[in-house]
């Protein structure tokens, strides 16, 4: 028996949701250890279909306990819609259900203020991220810098105004600066006031709840959101997210220590997409993009946007599988690539001359590398639905375990659609 993380190993849109969902029926317990609800995960059960931003994917499994962890940022306003959007789907979510941990930091409405205040500011510059504007970075902002109002701050009103206070202090003089108004404080704190109960029930000392249930061998999942690539330390900085997406945070993004992950499970589409700015070595921008893009659907869950597409990045997935300790990848969308007569998978860069088998931390580095591609013969028939290697064409197959000894890491599953079903097993995460 083990515990299990899965973290996206790409830069996030890899079908975490689904694969979160598969393994849930196996699990007694999901949290989620990082991120906001800038995450989008599509769910696709019996053909109906559930998008949850901040909400652990396993909520819509009957009988397990969803956690949002300490190492999460809330928006409790989001959080109390997205709730009832789920529950108007014939879901159960109650305190039996769901449990939020007590030091989990909140998003509040001006930090998606600011957020979108920056990004308008740096708009047609480099110095563009292209977040979803929702809040996360300025909310991590505040956490870091100790002045962020958390969940257990809403049961005790004098807390909650000296933590406001606090939090003024800095918001209102970074808003003058940017031409903003200054926080109305009455009208922020009679919202924090009128949402607290809707929230406060949830709250439970999260750290405490997952020990115990480790102690008496229960199964958890750890569910990670947007993808390793985006990581604050990791990634390809400064595009990246306001967290660590890491198999490492996920201990101490819920309170329990480093042991108490047993398998890491790294998420991969059979190609790469990006959603945002910034470097993207095997992006395509021909007739070969465009029908990734098409057949893949490729649009973000939360933004809407257009999802970039390219080749399948060995180099990359490789650097995030090693960094996250990755047992086992669970590789998604092989159906994608159906109908390519030749496909192509980058093996290196090429950065002035000079043969790169890791992308280089330096920025501009990132900019200059081209990739080096190794081809493979593609296949006409359909992989859509396989639920069995007796059901891939060989060339599929090859692709496959091409892909195994490139990244240095075995294929414990494969997802060949949305469906929870069309999976095949290779190996069980949680029997390892």
Not at 90 to 119: C, K, Q, W, Y
Not at 274 to 293: H, K, S
Request: hydrophobic share 40%; charged share 25%; proline share 4%.
């Amino acid at each position: 028996m083990a515990n299990v993380v899965v973290v996206g190993a790409q830069w996030g849109d890899e079908g975490k949701g689904k694969i979160v969902d598969w393994l849930s029926e196996r699990a007694d317990v999901i949290a989620r250890f990082q991120g906001g609800h800038n995450a989008g995960h599509t769910l696709v059960i019996g053909g109906k279909v559930y998008k949850l931003n901040a909400l652990p994917s396993g909520v819509v499994r009957g009988g397990k306990l969803s956690v949002i962890g300490n190492g999460v940022v809330l928006d409790p306003w989001h959080l109390v819609k997205e709730v009832a959007a789920i529950r108007e789907q014939g879901v159960d979510i109650s305190p039996r259900t769901l449990m939020i941990a007590e030091n989990t930091p909140l998003i509040l409405p001006f930090h998606g203020e600011l957020d979108r205040a920056r990004e308008a500011q740096a708009s047609g510059t480099n110095a563009r991220i292209g977040t979803t504007g929702r809040g996360i970075g300025p909310a991590y902002e505040d956490k870091v810098g100790r002045r962020a109002i958390r969940v257990a701050d809403l049961s005790d009103d004098d807390t909650l105004q000296s933590r406001v206070d606090r939090a003024l202090v800095h918001h209102n003089a970074l808003r003058a600066g940017l031409g903003l108004p200054a926080i109305d404080r009455e009208a922020l704190l009679a919202q924090l006031r009128a949402i607290a109960p809707q929230i406060l029930e949830y709250a439970a000392p999260v750290w405490k709840v997952l020990n115990e249930a480790r102690r008496a061998g229960k199964r958890i999942l750890f569910e990670g959101a947007q993808g390793s690539l985006l990581d604050i330390d990791f990634g390809t900085y400064p595009f990246v997210t306001s967290s660590n997406v890491i198999a490492g945070q996920a201990a101490t993004g819920v309170g329990l220590g480093p042991n108490a992950v047993d398998y890491a499970l790294g998420i991969v589409k059979a190609y790469t997409t990006r959603v945002g700015e910034g470097p993207f070595p095997t992006e395509l921008q021909d007739a070969d993009g465009e029908r990734l893009g098409e057949r893949g659907q490729e649009f973000g869950t939360v933004t809407g946007r257009k999802r970039r597409c390219g080749w399948f990045d060995a180099v990359l997935v490789r650097q995030t599988c090693a960094i996250s300790g990755m047992k086992g990848i669970a590789l998604t969308k092989l159906d994608v690539l159906d109908g390519f007569e030749t496909l192509k998978i980058c093996i290196a860069y090429d950065v002035d001359g000079v043969r790169y088998d890791h992308l280089p931390t330096q920025a501009a580095l990132q900019a200059r590398a081209r990739p080096i591609y190794e081809e493979m013969e593609g296949w006409s028939q359909s992989t859509k639905g396989a639920r069995s290697w007796n059901d891939l064409p060989g060339a599929a197959v090859k692709y496959v375990r091409r892909i195994e000894e490139l990244i240095h890491c075995p294929v414990a599953m494969l997802s060949t659609s949305p469906e929870r079903d069309d999976t095949i097993l290779v190996t069980d995460p949680f029997s390892d």
